[in-house]
């Protein structure tokens, strides 16, 4: 079974950084494409950064050039680092890989961007 456990999470001001981390277990890590998500209340769960198995990256528009997503598969650990956060960025933050049905969700991180 997978098992994805994300932490790093907070309250952060407007323009500051925050660093999410995210352990997976239970599948080939290197494998697959990673990626995290974020979801709000009442609105569904969208993919904001994407890495795939080589390294390439892909971002959704509004956290383009903001935040950088990176992986280490000796750890299985998937990171996102996110600079310059907006108060739209509030959300609660997944992982999870984009391209494969894992069947799990973790219990997500909270960020919170807010003076």
């Known amino acids: 079974q997978v098992q994805l456990v994300e932490s790093g999470g907070g309250l952060v001001q407007p323009g500051g950084s925050l660093k999410v981390s995210c352990e997976v277990s239970?599948?080939?890590?290197?494998?697959?494409?990673w990626g995290w998500y974020r979801q709000t209340p009442g609105k569904e769960r969208e993919l904001v950064a994407s890495?795939?198995?080589?390294?390439?990256?892909r971002y959704v528009d509004s956290v383009k050039g903001r935040f950088t997503i990176s992986r280490d598969n000796a750890q299985n650990m998937v990171y996102l680092q996110m600079d310059s956060l907006k108060p739209e960025d509030t959300a609660v933050y997944y992982c999870?890989?984009?391209?494969?049905?894992?069947?799990?969700w973790g219990r997500g991180t909270l960020v919170a961007v807010s003076s």
């Open positions: 239970g599948i080939p890590f290197a494998s697959f494409a």
């Open positions: 890495i795939f198995t080589g390294g390439p990256t």
């Open positions: 999870n890989a984009p391209y494969y049905s894992t069947n799990s």
